[in-house]
């Protein structure tokens, strides 16, 4: 989606109800879901440029919450390749690296192990590692919209589709090999 006006509230009222009937198009005359999971991208992106513009900090935070959520959703669907192997441990992680960062002399990684959020913390000084829950509703290390947009990055095509599929309660083999 372009991004060459301005978003006032008029504009994004006016965005809604064109990928609102893009949408239907693309349901019912098209039956393209490719194109229905494009829309639906391009709507979660419009939303975030409405709550950077026209929310305050509070609210901000809120919202992504709720698109984090939304977001866990479809990559839960994705299969969980990437491997962390403990350094001071002999244990192996399997799941999704969301993001990672270097917060003073600690580094940091957000991963998607099974079900849930989890934090590899690795400090350099000490050479102590640990991995702990990630807990969405009272972050730690990260800030929720850093969140929100390390998972944003592992969108891929199909998820949508899947999801829709796998709430209709049809199974397939190979669901997760995006």
Known sequence: MEHNYELTTGRY????????FQSVAAHY????????????????DLHERYIEQYCDEEEKEER???????LLDLI???????TLKMK???????????????????????????QDLWLYIFEARGHKEDFIYFDIEDPYLL????????????????????????????????????
Not at 29 to 44: A, G, I, R, S, W
Not at 64 to 70: A, F, H, L, Q, S
């Open 13 to 20: 009222l006016f965005e809604l109800t064109k990928i609102f």
């Open 29 to 44: 005359f098209q039956k393209d879901h490719l194109k229905l999971e494009k829309l639906y991208y391009d709507t979660m």
């Open 64 to 70: 992504y919450r709720e698109k984090i959520y939304e």
């Open 76 to 82: 839960l669907l994705k299969e969980q390749k990437d």
């Open 88 to 114: 001071t441990a002999d244990i192996t992680y399997k799941g999704i690296k969301i993001r990672e960062n270097i917060i003073n002399d600690m580094y940091v990684e957000l991963w998607l192990v099974d």
């Open 143 to 178: 800030r929720i919209d850093q969140v929100y947009y390390g998972l944003k990055g592992k969108r891929s095509p199909g998820l949508l589709n899947l999801l829709y599929e796998k709430e209709k309660g049809i199974n397939h083999k190979d669901i997760a090999k995006l």
